[in-house]
Nanobody, 118 residues
């Protein structure tokens, strides 16, 4: 079992920055991949950024060059640094952990609201 708790959301003006955090606990050593997703009102949940156990990263085209995913293994925490925020970045952001063995499981946090507005 893996537990995930996000924090760091809030209201920010266009062009501003926020850093989201996701504190992980439980069977952390079993996690293969961690991701940030977001879900805007009336839209599907979509992947924003991915980081593998080996440190490889993947970003959605819409956030490339503006968002950075990282992790602090000592603190068991995943981060999403968001710069140059746009109104279309407004969404609930979710942390996700994928465990493959012994069985495949997806774990989700409760989400944190990010609102970009003047």
């Amino acid at each position: 079992q893996v537990q995930l708790v996000e924090s760091g959301g809030g209201l920010v003006q266009p062009g501003g920055s926020l850093r989201l955090s996701c504190a992980a606990s439980g069977s952390i050593s079993s996690i293969n991949v961690m991701r940030w997703y977001r879900q805007a009102p009336g839209k599907e949940r979509v992947m924003v950024a991915t980081i593998t156990r080996g440190g490889s990263t993947v970003y959605a085209d819409s956030v490339k060059g503006r968002f950075t995913i990282s992790r602090d293994n000592a603190k068991n925490t995943l981060y999403l640094q968001m710069n140059s925020l746009k109104p279309e970045d407004t969404a609930v952001y979710y942390c996700n952990a994928l465990v493959v063995l012994p069985t495949r499981n997806d774990y989700w946090g409760q989400g944190t609201q990010v609102t970009v507005s003047s």
